[in-house]
C-alpha cells in the first residue's frame, strides 16, 4: 500500500514532540517517541479491558491517577506485556528515566509500548534514546511521531481539525498507529490527541469517551483487542477557550469535531488492515437498542467466512446470513430481516430477493468501499461497524511477525 497523503497537520501550542532511532529492536527506524506538554495541560484516556493490561497501561493509569502529565514516552519493537513485576519495573524506570532528563516528578510521565508480547523491554536502548528524543523535540513533529509508533502499519495515520469557539480558534492535531490486533474494546489501539482548549479532566474524559464510542469503539480487522490499548487526550489550554461543562452547545460542537478527528483515525487504521484490500461498513438498523445492533454488526464484521468472502468480491450473502443467525441477541422474526450490498437487496422475506441478479452482487462487491445493510426488523435503533476483508497477506504478516 503506498503511503497515504496527509495534509499539514498545523500545531497544537503547548506540545512539542520529538522522533528518534533508538535500536529498541531493529535498527535505522523511527522507534522512540516523546510528546512533551506544558504545565497546566489536564489529561483524559481510556485503555485496554484485556485481563492482560500490558506493564505501560498499569503504570500510565497509576501515574494518571496521581498528577497530571508533562510528557508521555512511547516506544515500539515491545509491547512489555505478560512482563510480570519485571515489566512494569521497566515501564517505571523508563519514567523515571525521562523524568531526570525533564526535571519533573515519574508520576508526570506516561508510558506507552507496542510491539511484541511477552519480552522484556529492554530499557538500557530506550533510556539511552531519550536524549536525541527530547532534543529533536518541535511543536510540529505530529507526522514524524506518527511514524515513530507504527509497527505493522503501512501508513502513518494523522488527521487535525479546527474550530471557533468563543470567537477563538481551536486546534485539534491526532496520530495513531494500529494495522492488525485491532477490535473494538476500548480504543483498540494507541491514539495520541492534542488540543489547545482548556477543559477540567472529568469534561474532557466525557469528550473523549463520546467521541470514541462511534470511532475507536467501532472499528475490527480481526476480532483481536491488544494488551496495550490506549488513547489519550491531551488539553493545553493555550487557546484561551474553556469548557467547565460535559453539556452545552459548546460542549457539543467540540465533541463533534473531535468525533471527526477520531473517525478519521479509526478508519485510516481499518483502510490498514494487515493485508486489507476493502473499507468495510457495516450497517444494522431495526433492532430494540443500539447494543443489539452493534452485537450484530460486530458478529458480521469478525466472521472470517464473511470477510474472506468479501476480498474475493465474491456475493455469498448467505455468510452475512450464518452471521447474523449466530449473533446472541434475540430474533423476534428472522423473515424480517433484510440485507443489502451496497444499496443492493439481496435478501428479503425469507428467501432471496426476486430482483436480485448474481452478476449486481459481483459488481458491488467489486467495488474497494463496501456497505453491508442489515435491517432485524423489529425496532428503531441502528449502529454501525467498520471492518476490511481478511486476505492472503494477513496469514502472511501474522505467520512471520516474529521470524
Not at 485510516?268 to 476493502?278: F, Y
Request: one cysteine or more; a negative charge.
Amino acid at each position: 500500500m503506498s503511503e497515504a497523503i496527509i495534509p499539514p497537520l498545523g500545531v497544537v501550542p503547548g506540545i512539542r514532540l520529538g522522533t528518534t532511532m533508538a535500536g529498541i529492536r531493529k535498527a535505522a527506524r523511527p522507534d522512540l517517541v516523546v510528546i512533551q506538554c506544558e504545565s497546566g495541560t489536564t489529561a483524559a484516556a481510556a485503555f485496554t479491558q484485556s485481563h492482560f493490561a500490558a506493564a505501560p497501561v498499569l503504570v500510565a493509569k497509576a501515574h494518571l491517577a496521581r498528577a497530571e502529565p508533562r510528557a508521555l514516552v512511547i516506544n515500539t519493537g515491545f509491547a512489555n506485556a505478560a512482563t510480570g513485576e519485571g515489566g512494569q519495573q521497566d515501564a517505571y524506570a523508563c519514567c523515571m528515566a525521562l523524568a531526570r532528563e525533564l526535571g519533573c516528578g515519574p508520576e508526570e510521565i506516561l508510558p506507552f509500548s507496542t510491539g511484541v508480547i511477552g519480552e522484556r523491554l529492554p530499557v538500557a536502548a530506550l533510556v539511552a534514546g531519550l536524549p536525541s528524543a527530547i532534543a529533536s523535540a518541535t511543536e510540529d513533529g505530529w507526522l514524524q511521531a506518527a511514524h515513530g509508533i507504527m509497527t505493522t502499519d503501512t501508513v502513518a495515520k494523522a488527521s487535525a481539525a479546527r474550530l471557533v469557539l468563543d470567537d477563538k480558534l481551536v486546534r485539534l492535531v491526532g496520530i495513531a498507529k494500529g494495522s492488525g490486533m485491532i477490535h473494538p474494546n476500548m480504543a483498540t489501539m494507541l491514539a495520541f490527541i492534542g488540543t489547545d482548549l482548556s477543559a477540567p479532566r472529568t469534561v474532557l474524559k466525557a469528550a473523549l469517551d463520546e467521541a470514541i464510542r462511534s470511532t475507536f469503539n467501532a472499528i475490527s480487522v480481526d476480532g483481536d483487542t491488544s494488551t496495550n490499548d490506549a488513547v489519550i487526550a491531551l488539553a493545553t489550554g493555550k487557546s484561551g477557550v474553556r469548557i467547565d461543562r460535559s453539556d452545552g452547545p459548546v460542549f457539543a460542537r467540540f465533541v463533534a469535531v473531535l468525533e471527526t478527528l477520531c473517525a478519521e483515525l479509526a478508519h485510516a487504521i481499518v483502510r490498514d488492515g494487515e493485508g486489507a484490500t476493502k473499507f468495510v461498513r457495516v450497517d444494522v438498523s431495526g433492532g430494540r437498542s443500539h447494543h443489539e445492533c452493534q452485537v450484530v454488526a460486530n458478529t458480521i464484521a469478525q466472521s472470517p467466512l464473511v470477510k474472506t468472502a468479501l476480498f474475493a468480491s465474491d456475493p455469498n450473502w448467505g455468510r452475512i446470513l450464518m452471521a447474523v443467525g449466530r449473533s446472541p441477541i434475540a430474533l423476534d422474526d428472522p423473515n424480517r430481516v433484510t440485507v443489502t450490498l451496497n444499496g443492493l437487496r439481496v435478501f428479503t422475506n425469507g428467501a432471496v430477493d426476486p430482483a436480485y441478479r448474481e452478476e449486481q452482487g459481483q459488481k458491488a462487491l467489486a467495488a474497494s468501499d463496501i456497505v453491508i445493510g442489515v435491517d432485524l426488523g423489529q425496532g428503531l435503533e441502528k449502529a454501525t461497524v467498520f471492518t476490511c476483508d481478511l486476505s492472503y497477506d494477513y496469514v502472511r504478516i501474522n505467520g512471520s511477525y516474529r521470524t
